[in-house]
Each structure stands twice: as structure tokens, then as C-alpha cells.
């Protein structure tokens, strides 16, 4: 009889175990790049703390420019001194961290003005970024893991052409380029809408902050009206919750940690592809200790 009992506790056991862990298969996610006192590419992959890190930004692009890649005070591209970023790259992908390159931000110069252009832009990035090659690589000869697309200005033109080459650039060599976007709460995105509608996105990164109408600022029911429209219209992609990492980070939707776990995560972590959590930025992340305390219940 205790024999049964005691296997009985360790099935109940597992099972409550079991639960958890599908309840929390989240991640983190955050960008690096903006501001030269957040520590360098390494050590933020060696945090433990994230998954995806995505450099940020290539702030020139299209409509025939020459792309300018903005990595604020951590290196100058131009003087060349970005290609020691190689090693860090390679240091965060051998621990299994995805590292990708940002497109856009919110300020910059960038658009396309067609599908030539597009492809233009893709084949550059292919070359420059990912598996081609070119004497000039920004980064040195690391291999990005694929293209975020943060495209905040400039028009929604072209941007579902562009995911489609660069995925295409990928297969024809056999290897994937993962893509991935971070368009706003309201939905559809003005921006990225199109692109997304083509299923290609491994991963979607909603920015539930700086629009109040579906952040925090509208209370856990908005939020989470907005994140299942979210979800269930990209049933191909996994979904991150984008967040402020400080009450600093932007204008609305800072969420407490406490608020995080107790409120916003069971009320959005059932949906089937709930990926966890976005953080805008390494930066203030180092300052306010946001991803290290939320981890475990992401």
C-alpha cells in the first residue's frame, strides 16, 4: 500500500511538472545594438537570459541608397571596426542564441521603391550579412541567422517581396534564413501587415507598448483581446509579447514583473503559438533586471 502511494505522489508529481513546463515554453528576445553603455554583444548572450538577439538597426536602406549600419557607440562600420563583432556572434549562436539583423527602427531612412528594389536589397543583405559573401562585411564573416524587420516609417511596399527573396536566397543554398518582424499592437501592422500575411515569419515580436489603445494602458482585457487577434491571425508564426524592459524604455505599456506574472502571462500563455517575450532593450534590460526576474514564468 505505501508503494502505491509513493508512486502515485511521484505520477502527480510529474504531472504538475508537466503542466508547468507547457505552460511556460517562453523565451526571451531583446535588442542589442542602440545605446554603447549596454555591454557588448558576448556578455549579453552570456546572461543566459535570452534567446533571440537582434541587432539593432540597419537605419539606411533601399530606394537605391547605400545601407548604413547604426550600432550607436559600440563600433564605427565605415572605419571597419564593427568586424569584431564575429566572434561574439559566433559566441552567442554556439550557445543555441539566435542572432539576427534589424532593419529600420524608429528613426532612419529606409524604403522600397520596388520589386527590383527589393530584390536588390535582398541580395545585399545575402552578401553582406547572411551566407553569400562580399569584401566588405559589415560584421566580418560570422553568418546572421536571418533578417528582423522593424519597419516603423516609409511605407508598407515591397516588404512581403523582400522576405519571400531573402527566404528564397536561403533555400537555394540549402540553409534557412530565419525571419522575423516587430510590428505594433493594432492590427493589422500599417507597415509590415502585407509581409506577414505571406507566413514566412518564424517569429513575431508585437510591440504591446507606446499605444495605448491595446498595451498595458488598456488593461489586461485589451491586451489580450488584441494578442488573440494577434495569434490566431498568425497561426504559422510563434508570437512574442513586446515589452518595455523599464518604465524609461517607453512612453506606455510598462508592465511590473509582478503584473507580468500574476495578470498578463496565463491570460496569453495558452495560445498555441505563444513564443514568451520581447524587450526593448538590452540597455535598459541591464539597468532594471526586468528579463532576469520574469525568466522562470516566461
Excluded at 508529481?13 to 508547468?20: I, Q
Excluded at 547572411?130 to 566580418?140: I, Q
Excluded at 553568418?143 to 528582423?148: E, P
Excluded at 500575411?197 to 515580436?205: H, M, R, S
Aim: with cysteine.
Amino acid at each position: 500500500m505505501a508503494s502505491h502511494n509513493i508512486s502515485s505522489l511521484i505520477l502527480v508529481a510529474l504531472l504538475v511538472f508537466a503542466f508547468a513546463a507547457g505552460s511556460h515554453a517562453g523565451r526571451i528576445a531583446v535588442y542589442w545594438g542602440q545605446n554603447g553603455n549596454e555591454g557588448g554583444l558576448a556578455d549579453t548572450c552570456n546572461t543566459g537570459i535570452y534567446s533571440y538577439v537582434m541587432l539593432s538597426f540597419l537605419t539606411t536602406f533601399g530606394n537605391g541608397q547605400t545601407p548604413v549600419l547604426n550600432l550607436a557607440g559600440h563600433c564605427d562600420p565605415p572605419s571597419g571596426t564593427c568586424t569584431s563583432l564575429s566572434s561574439d556572434i559566433r559566441s552567442c549562436q554556439s550557445q543555441g542564441i539566435k542572432v539576427l539583423l534589424s532593419l529600420g527602427g524608429a528613426s532612419g531612412s529606409y524604403s522600397l521603391s520596388s520589386s527590383d528594389d527589393a530584390a536588390s536589397v535582398a541580395t545585399y543583405l545575402w552578401d553582406n550579412y547572411l551566407g553569400g559573401s562580399s569584401s566588405s562585411r559589415p560584421l566580418g564573416d560570422a553568418v546572421l541567422d536571418g533578417i528582423d524587420f522593424d519597419i516603423e516609417q516609409g511605407g508598407p511596399d515591397h516588404y512581403d517581396e523582400l522576405a519571400k527573396q531573402l527566404s528564397d536566397l536561403g533555400n537555394q543554398a540549402g540553409t534557412k534564413v530565419y525571419l522575423s518582424a516587430a510590428p505594433q499592437c493594432p492590427y493589422p501592422d500599417q507597415y509590415v501587415g502585407n509581409a506577414l500575411q505571406t507566413g514566412l515569419f518564424d517569429y513575431v515580436w508585437v510591440q504591446f507598448y507606446n499605444n495605448p489603445s491595446c498595451d498595458y494602458s488598456s488593461g489586461v482585457s485589451g491586451l489580450s483581446s488584441a494578442w488573440g487577434t494577434w495569434t490566431s491571425s498568425l497561426s504559422s508564426s510563434t508570437v512574442f509579447l513586446g515589452l518595455p524592459a523599464s518604465q524609461d524604455a517607453a512612453g506606455s505599456g510598462y508592465i511590473s514583473p509582478g503584473d507580468l506574472t500574476s495578470q498578463v502571462l496565463p491570460a496569453i500563455n495558452t495560445a498555441s503559438n505563444y513564443g514568451g517575450i520581447m524587450l526593448w532593450s538590452r540597455y535598459f534590460d541591464l539597468n532594471s533586471g526586468y528579463g532576469a526576474t520574469v525568466q522562470s514564468s516566461v
